[in-house]
């Protein structure tokens, strides 16, 4: 049975940081790239970070620098470190799991996996 659990949201002031972390199971983690995406209500889901199977990693242009996205194949955990957050940050953020093997992993139907979200809220 496949699981993705995310854990680490909540609610931190305009500045603050997060990290998010999403545990894997049932599947093969090291084949997966990993995704975070994320929603705001009344807007489309969109593409946070990826990184691959072979530790690349790749970023929404808008977020290049304040988030970092990185993975421990020991433990089957992908993170996702949120630094000098924004109100505009406020959204549930969603792992998940592509077999793709890139280059594009932004397209969020590439992703067979997903976790349930968790709630990040970042106040003004």
């Known amino acids: 049975q496949v699981q993705l659990v995310e854990s680490g949201g909540g609610l931190v002031q305009a500045g603050g940081s997060l990290r998010l972390s999403c545990a894997a199971s049932g599947f093969t983690f090291s084949n997966y790239a990993m995704g975070w995406f994320r929603q705001a209500p009344g807007k489309e889901r969109e593409f946070v970070a990826a990184i691959c199977w072979s530790y690349n990693t790749y970023y929404a242009d808008s977020l290049k620098g304040r988030f970092t996205i990185s993975r421990d194949t020991a433990k089957n955990t992908v993170y996702l470190q949120m630094n000098s957050l924004k109100p505009e940050d406020t959204a549930v953020y969603y792992c998940?799991?592509?077999?793709?093997?890139?280059?594009?992993?932004?397209?969020?139907?590439?992703?067979?996996?997903w976790g349930q979200g968790t709630q990040v809220t970042v106040s003004s």
């Open positions: 998940a799991a592509s077999p793709s093997r890139g280059p594009d992993y932004s397209d969020y139907g590439q992703y067979d996996y």
